[in-house]
T-cell receptor, first 112, second 112 residues
């Protein structure tokens, strides 16, 4: 089975802190994604990557950056956390077209 | 971007059949996915349609009409454990690579 693992299930950070959310997949998938999920807004795409060192902005990239130094790892970075970044963050990976996305268990981030 | 619309909430009775509709607008359609998400958990894959017609998988079926930009998820013999959020997602090759773009989800409550 494909396994997508996010480094933390729950995280509490202070406003202005730099925050790293890590995601690792074990199935050699080229494509990886970061979403955030908020009540009433659904899942929204922040960034995605289709190869090592490649990254593309999604629908809501402002305030975020990403890093993909190795194929299995995709990191989401909040340069200076703000309270409006309190959310559930979901990482996903996909092998290619025509296949489903596999999700990590999610990181519930609270910025105080 | 694209519009993906699905009802916000639905209620159905244990043992009954429920149909959750999804309409979408996209320029580079490359597949429609349904996911199930229980509260506090990650989305899990239910079904995938890329050609018109019905795909059946046990108690769950999904239908697609590309010309109408329409899909539905049919759940038969409802069980209490089917109470969850159901997410419709579209893959659009036009602007986000292999990323899935999600509707806001339909919260289904199954009552005794």
């Amino acid at each position: 089975d494909v396994k997508v693992t996010q480094s933390s299930r729950y995280l509490v950070k202070r406003t202005g802190e730099k925050v790293f959310l890590e995601c690792v997949q074990d199935m050699d998938h080229e494509n990886m994604f970061w979403y955030r999920q908020d009540p009433g807004l659904g899942l929204r795409l922040i960034y995605f990557s289709y190869d090592v060192k490649m990254k593309e902005k999604g629908d809501i990239p402002e305030g975020y950056s990403v890093s993909r130094e190795k194929k299995e790892r995709f990191s989401l970075i909040l340069e200076s956390a703000s309270t409006n970044q309190t959310s559930m963050y979901l990482c996903a990976s996909v092998f290619g077209t025509g296949t489903e996305a596999f999700f990590g268990q999610g990181t519930r981030l609270t910025v105080v | 971007g694209q519009n993906i619309d699905q009802p916000t909430e639905m209620t159905a009775t244990e043992g009954a059949i429920v149909q959750i509709n999804c309409t979408y607008q996209t320029s580079g359609f490359n597949g429609l996915f349904w996911y199930q998400q229980h509260a506090g958990e990650a989305p899990t894959f239910l079904s995938y349609n890329v050609l018109d017609g019905l795909e059946e998988k046990g108690r769950f079926s999904s239908f697609l009409s590309r010309s109408k930009g329409y899909s539905y998820l049919l759940l038969k013999e409802l069980q209490m454990k089917d109470s969850a959020s159901y997410l419709c997602a579209v893959r659009d090759m036009g602007n986000s690579g292999y990323a899935l773009n999600f509707g806001k989800g339909t919260s289904l409550l199954v009552t005794p």
